[in-house]
């Protein structure tokens, strides 16, 4: 019932820019705290940026400057723009709802890749 889905994934050049969406069903997408994370074989997943419900955000010094993610609830969406991206950057990135411990449902990931 509850999906996630990524797109916008790929492979771009140090410096440049990507943008991915994450379009949500199956849940009340307004009330719900939205992120994406990304995750490097062989490392944990770590956060690369969330937006609250209302609104608010934050980032990680390593994106901060670099990335901004936004919602729109009226299209249940969340977006991350990433600009000046880094080869430190590839890995899979993952688009997170979170409202409860009980309650928190996962994308099924895009690649992103920086390389020259």
């Known amino acids: 019932q509850v999906q996630l889905v990524e797109s916008g994934g790929g492979l771009v050049q140090p410096g440049g820019s990507l943008r991915l969406s994450c379009a949500a069903s199956?849940?009340?997408?307004?009330?719900?705290?939205m992120g994406w994370y990304r995750q490097a074989p062989g490392q944990q997943r770590e956060l690369v940026a969330r937006?609250?419900?209302?609104?608010?955000?934050d980032y990680p010094d390593s994106v901060k400057g670099r990335f901004t993610i936004s919602r729109d609830n009226s299209r249940n969406t969340v977006s991350l723009l990433m600009n000046t991206l880094k080869p430190e950057d590839t890995a899979v990135y993952y688009c997170?709802?979170?409202?409860?411990?009980?309650?928190?449902?996962w994308g099924q990931g895009t690649q992103v890749s920086v390389s020259s």
């Open positions: 199956g849940i009340i997408f307004r009330v719900y705290h």
């Open positions: 937006i609250a419900a209302e609104g608010t955000t």
């Open positions: 997170n709802a979170w409202l409860t411990s009980e309650l928190d449902f």
